[in-house]
């Protein structure tokens, strides 16, 4: 603290960023080994249910958050705890709730299906369905109250930590190699972050505003339809592809498909959770004080994230063919050229969410809702069209068209309600 202020708020600046980059520096690397580790020695057909699986933990929370996540964010970005704490406690309760019934669908797909994912492992990642569902929910609030730094804690332990264990399990006891003891490892994760999120809640005297809060269920749900629209919206998007490749070239294929898209994603949790993120309370209390000052942030947070992942994209296109041959899987070298598809389509999926929380921050939220809506009908119509006809290639196409389909009306729409001409209008409503 002395140091910062000696430095003055500069040294803040620096700090933050840097350490964020480290915190999913770590991270990244954790995730890029269990890639390789997982394609080595679970096989590409493991991959594909571990990559199912991950979509499925992602789509969870945009399905049964309602949308309110964003409609709480900007609560917490301008209000203090006293206010906003129940409207999270209550928010995870629903989500709690939500999850269990949908749990209990699943159970009864599977077995009606004949259980293509074995049991033990639905067992086990019930258990990670639920706590990351809530986890997510808890990295929103926190990043949306300007807690960053400890929301990327939070995600290293787990995301980041467990599969350095995992790997080494594996590496040293043979039997280990299995997708249950990977599951059983994410599970271990998420507790630990789960007890370390509670003593920040505990010490903080944040617990004595665990109350339920009516005012999410009679405002915060209606006014948070075109957000629950979007939410739902770019989780069908971002992973439709996975589960039309399995449908349409196998759970191998569909490995592939996972090992490059997390390679690539690599882009986009880097320099959206350390560069980008960090901007965001500050451009939502610009947008509703200052527009001149809201076009000065967006300027510095485009310039600065487009930077990074770009330099960062360079270096995994160059990196990547040299450390292929090493998992000894040909068709990951048979489809490399794939990968480059997927590196340029995760670029623009990085500006599709970063403007997805720059038009929250200017209040267009029908207009996101729409745009996202328009897309998914589009986006499934080529991955429809391209996957038969050009196989994995034509899936990163897909990718790659569905992301500058969603970029451009965002970009256009976030430029226009940013000119100086709002100035005055801003102004006003403030």
């Known amino acids: 603290m002395k140091r910062a202020i000696a430095f003055g708020p500069n040294w803040s600046n620096l700090v933050t960023p840097l350490l964020l980059i480290t915190i999913r520096g770590l991270n990244t690397v954790s995730k890029f080994a269990l890639s390789l580790y997982t394609a080595r020695y679970l096989g590409l057909s493991d991959l594909g249910i571990y990559g199912l699986l991950v979509a499925g933990t992602t789509i969870l929370p945009a399905f049964a958050g309602f949308g309110t996540s964003d409609w709480i964010g900007r609560q917490a970005a301008r209000s203090n705890l006293a206010q906003v704490g129940p409207l999270m406690t209550t928010r995870l309760l629903l989500s709690v709730a939500f999850n269990l019934g949908l749990q209990a669908i699943a159970y009864g797909v599977n077995a009606f299906l004949g259980a293509p994912v074995p049991w033990p492992v639905m067992m086990l990642f019930s258990g990670v369905a639920l706590l990351e569902h809530l986890a997510d929910d ?24 467990w599969p350095m264990g995992v790997i080494a399990l594996g590496l040293i006891v043979p039997g280990a190699r299995t997708l249950e003891v990977l599951i059983a490892g994410w599970l ?26 009516r005012r999410l269920i009679t405002q915060g749900i209606p006014q948070s339809v075109p957000f629950y629209l979007k939410d739902m919206s770019i989780a069908t998007n971002l992973y439709i592809d996975r589960f039309l490749v399995s449908l349409l070239l196998g759970l191998e294929l569909t490995g592939v498909y996972t090992f490059f898209w997390s390679m690539a994603n690599v882009i986009h949790n880097l320099s959206l959770s350390a560069i980008f993120l960090p901007y965001l309370s500050k451009l939502i209390r610009a947008a509703h004080e200052s527009m001149s000052e809201f076009r000065a942030l967006l300027a510095r947070a485009e310039l600065s994230t487009a930077t990074f992942a770009v330099f960062l994209a360079i270096g995994l296109i160059v990196v990547l063919p040299f450390i292929i041959p090493y998992v000894e899987r040909p068709l990951l070298t048979a ?24 038009l929250v921050a200017l209040h267009h939220d029908r207009a996101i809702a729409i ?60």
Request: no cysteine; proline share 3%.
């Open 335 to 358: 489809h490399l050229s794939v990968f480059v598809v997927i590196v340029a389509a995760t670029l623009l999926r990085l500006g599709v969410d970063s403007y997805n929380y720059v």
């Open 138 to 161: 808890a990295a929103v609030m926190l990043t949306y109250r300007g807690h960053v730094l400890l929301s990327n804690v939070l995600f290293f332990l787990r995301a980041g930590l």
């Open 188 to 213: 271990i994760g998420l507790v630990l972050m789960w007890l370390v999120l509670a003593v920040f809640v505990t010490r903080r005297g944040a617990w004595m505003y665990v109350r339920l809060d």
């Open 371 to 430: 745009i996202s809506l328009a897309a998914v009908p589009l986006s499934a119509a080529l991955y429809a069209l391209l996957i038969p006809s050009f196989g994995l290639e034509g899936a990163g196409i897909a990718y790659f068209l569905t992301g500058a389909l969603l970029i451009v009306p965002r970009l256009v729409l976030s430029r226009r309600s940013a000119l100086p001409s709002n100035d005055a209008l801003t102004q006003s409503s403030g």
